[in-house]
């Protein structure tokens, strides 16, 4: 199989105390896409094996995940004002580590290049040692930090939510071995995520932030793809590209001022599966993290999981005349020149 794909029912038991946008529904309206689009036809549907302590302590520390055992197992609560946890929240989140980590693992052993997980709680706010943003535990760091005890010798993660993934960059924040790339809404929580924001001095600019303001669109995550990711990830040469896969800069989502639209969100797939297959032996992996709007959900992850699953390597549409916002231009500059040349940029 070139595509797998990861979802459980376990997901569906992390449920909110009082309404809250991220909920069971989010979960299931992605099931019943990939369902409508022949995903057990078409890919290997792996387990979703709770996450050993091991994995998660690559990325989280050991304090840190003494208190989650000690508050969240079988209780209800808040770590944070935005992060609730249920009874069955912690079954919900070790299987949602455990689904990205082994994704990962997927890619690197030849089961399958290509994956979609469709997990929650989602992970890219997570700290080391703090839960916060409706997060947990950090799938996708998790699954990075397998993916290299592994032996890959270089991840990249993408990570095109709406909001930038505080908790990636910083417990990446000084290794050169994996490259952080982020498309977000800025200023707009949780703060961070800053053009001049590029890594720690060790790590030879491996941190890379494309802030963009309210109202992007496709256009913007064009270029933000075209003159920035793409070549970045063609220059680092991973050997797996993980995607932290938030679908809330969806046109209606309603946590963002974004206006990207379905096909905005295939096109990003699209160049991420090109320089993939190019550079990282087709191997590319993705999370699932934001997006709040169920009908615009389903149907990014959808054409998603369309791009991973497609026979041949997708050629992108050209972006056209690079006519964009100007607050996104000056934004896109502002990134290269904060990177100073380095990836060919």
């Not at 924001?197 to 995550?221: F, K, M, S």
Request: proline letters at 6%; hydrophobic letters at 45%; charged letters at 20%.
């Amino acid at each position: 199989m070139t595509v797998a794909w990861v979802f459980d029912d376990v997901f569906l038991a992390h449920r909110p105390l009082s309404p809250h946008p991220e909920r069971p529904e989010r979960a299931r309206a992605i099931a019943e896409a990939l369902a409508a689009a022949d995903v057990d036809g078409r890919g290997l549907r792996l387990p979703a094996r709770p996450a050993k302590s091991d994995e998660i302590l690559r990325v989280h520390r050991t304090a840190y995940l003494e208190d989650l055992l000690r508050q969240v197992p079988g209780r209800q609560g808040w770590l944070d004002a935005d992060t609730y946890f249920s009874e069955r929240s912690w079954d919900a989140a070790l299987a949602a580590a455990g689904a990205a980590t082994d994704l990962a693992l997927a890619a690197l052993d030849g089961r399958a290049l290509r994956g979609f997980a469709a997990v929650r709680p989602p992970g890219h706010h997570a700290e080391a040692d703090r839960a916060m943003g409706f997060c947990l535990l950090n799938n996708v760091a998790i699954a990075a930090a397998a993916a290299r005890a592994a032996g890959a010798a270089r991840v990249a993660i993408v990570d095109w939510d709406v909001h930038h993934g505080n908790g990636t960059q910083a417990i990446f924040w000084d290794d050169p071995t994996v490259l952080y790339l982020s498309s977000h809404q800025y200023p707009f929580y949780p703060g961070s995520g800053a053009a001049s924001e590029t890594g720690g001095a060790g790590a030879g600019r491996t941190t890379i932030n494309v802030p963009l303001p309210a109202g992007a669109g496709d256009a913007e995550y064009a270029a933000a793809f075209d003159e920035v990711f793409a070549p970045a990830l063609r220059g680092f040469r991973p050997d797996l590209i993980l995607v932290s896969a938030g679908f809330d800069a969806y046109e209606n989502d309603p946590l963002a001022g974004m206006r990207v639209t379905a096909d905005g969100y295939r096109r990003m797939a699209e160049v991420l599966r090109q320089v993939a297959d190019e550079v990282a032996g087709g191997r590319l992996a993705c999370v699932l993290e934001g997006g709040y709007d169920l009908h615009g959900l389903a149907a990014c992850a959808a054409v998603t999981f369309e791009v991973l699953a497609a026979p041949e390597t997708p050629r992108p549409a050209p972006a056209g005349p690079a006519r964009i916002l100007e607050a996104a231009r000056a934004n896109l500059e502002a990134t290269k020149r904060a990177l100073a040349g380095a990836w060919g940029l």
